[in-house]
T-cell receptor
Framework: GEDVEQSLFLSVREGDSSVINCTYT??????LYWYKQEPGAGLQLLTY?????DMKQDQRLTVLLNKKDKHLSLRIADTQTGDSAIYFC??????????FGAGTRLAVHP | DTEVTQTPKHLVMGMTNKKSLKCEQH?????MYWYKQKAKKPPELMFV???????INESVPSRFSPECPNSSLLNLHLHALQPEDSALYLC????????????FGPGTRLTVT
């Protein structure tokens, strides 16, 4: 079946760049998403990329997609304490089901 | 406006109670979703409504009963729940079931005692 995997934890210093990685198994054409979840809150859609694209930039966020390696990354430039959250990678599955990774907890320290 | 609202924010109920969770969106979306999220886990899909008809039930126990009264509203009726049903219940919507971005509400934190 389809699978999406993420590393569970990332710690960065305020002002540095953060890179959160995700790999997936199914190479069918679809959208790939990044969601952010702060403690006790719902999921906020940050950005997404279609699987025929290589890169998408949106202000401090850069999404890179390596289709050959089925590897997706989210780079956050100038990481701030407000970026501390869990980041979920998700892949569009059949019937627009979302296949989520386990989530990466990003901790930003001074 | 990409807002999905959910009420209540918190709910505590006993195992014999009947309660309902409510979700609303005014984006003109025609697909709506219920997810369950346990601590430190990703959301798990429960139900999908497409054009007000139930299109996906992910083998959810019958003590959870969804309802879509109109294209803007989605309810989740709860009856005879178990303590293990305690979780964050998230509602989401998308333009339609074949479309892409799902927008999530803030969730209802449910505790079953």
């Amino acid at each position: 079946g389809e699978d999406v995997e993420q590393s569970l934890f990332l710690s960065v210093r305020e002002g540095d760049s953060s890179v959160i990685n995700c790999t997936y198994t199914d190479s069918s054409s679809t959208y790939l998403y990044w969601y952010k979840q702060e403690p006790g809150a719902g999921l906020q859609l940050l950005t997404y990329i279609f699987s025929n694209m290589d890169m998408k930039q949106d202000q401090r966020l850069t999404v890179l997609l390596n289709k050959k390696d089925k590897h997706l990354s989210l780079r956050i430039a100038d990481t701030q304490t407000g970026d501390s959250a869990i980041y979920f990678c998700a892949k569009g599955g059949g019937y627009n089901k979302l296949i989520f990774g386990a989530g990466t907890r990003l901790a930003v320290h001074p | 406006d990409t807002e999905v609202t959910q009420t209540p924010k918190h709910l505590v109920m006993g195992m014999t109670n009947k309660k309902s969770l409510k979700c609303e969106q005014h984006m003109g979306h025609r697909a709506m979703y219920w997810y369950k999220q346990k601590a430190k886990k990703p959301p798990e899909l429960m139900f999908v409504y497409s054009y007000e008809k139930l299109s996906i039930n992910e083998s959810v126990p019958s003590r959870f009963s969804p309802e879509c009264p109109n294209s803007s509203l989605l309810n989740l009726h709860l009856h005879a729940l178990q303590p293990e049903d305690s979780a964050l219940y998230l509602c989401a919507s998308s333009q339609d079931q074949g479309a892409n971005e799902q927008y999530f509400g803030p969730g209802t934190r449910l505790t079953v005692t």
